[in-house]
């Protein structure tokens, strides 16, 4: 099932990737697995950090109390990264905590790691629709192993349109509109305007 989530979330959908991985809890739950239970919800909570920030704060309360005891160290940046993405566009010091833990990445030599800091990095611009976006996917494109790259390159988060199956109104599109506009960049446009289809960004 975890496995299932990883596919679905690199796919752009979300709440495909929260039910999967759900349910890779639950069955870790019932397996007495704690280490597979803690590590599904933290991937749980990242996914929901995309479209739900107030539903992901409760899965990362979870997430935190499930990691008690653990040593997981990749499990627990990816619980930093979750929190990074559910402040995306809303906050002004992102850039400045992402660096930050991308010191930590660095000295626990978990690669995996850089890849989705790069992303809740990636999604902040995006949200704020700032130039910088660009420049964030090029260094995303340089922490991606060529196989995880095919996939980005069908991430519809970043493409600015919804995952099969959602709504209209994109991930993208639905943050963007609550995002603090002294943050946002020259090409924000408050809600009311969000009617135009947004710009693709190819990976």
């Not at 991937?43 to 653990?70: H, I, K, S």
Request: proline letters at 6%; one cysteine or more; aromatic letters at 2%.
């Amino acid at each position: 099932m975890a496995v299932t989530g990883d596919v679905h979330w690199a796919q752009g959908d979300m709440d495909r990737a929260a039910a999967a991985y759900e349910a890779a809890r639950n069955e870790a739950e019932d397996h007495g697995v704690a280490g597979e239970r803690a590590t599904s919800q933290a991937q749980r909570a990242f996914v929901l950090a995309f479209t739900d920030p107030g539903l992901a704060a409760d899965e990362l309360d979870l997430a935190q109390q499930l990691l008690t005891g653990l040593d997981l160290r990749a499990t627990a940046l990816t619980t930093q990264i979750a929190s990074l993405i559910a402040d995306a566009g809303s906050t002004g010091d992102l850039e400045s905590r992402a660096s930050t833990l991308q010191a930590e990445i660095g000295s626990a030599g978990i690669t995996s790691a850089e890849m989705t800091l790069e992303l809740a990095v990636c999604f902040h611009h995006a949200v704020l629709d700032t130039a910088e976006v660009t420049t964030g996917i090029s260094r995303l494109r340089d922490v991606t192993p060529q196989r995880r790259l095919r996939l980005l390159r069908r991430h519809r988060l970043l493409h600015g349109r919804p995952p099969p199956q959602r709504p209209i109104t994109s991930t993208v599109a639905r943050r963007r509109a609550s995002c603090p506009p002294a943050l946002a960049g020259p090409g924000y446009h408050p809600p009311r305007l969000l009617q135009q289809p947004l710009t693709v960004v190819r990976v």
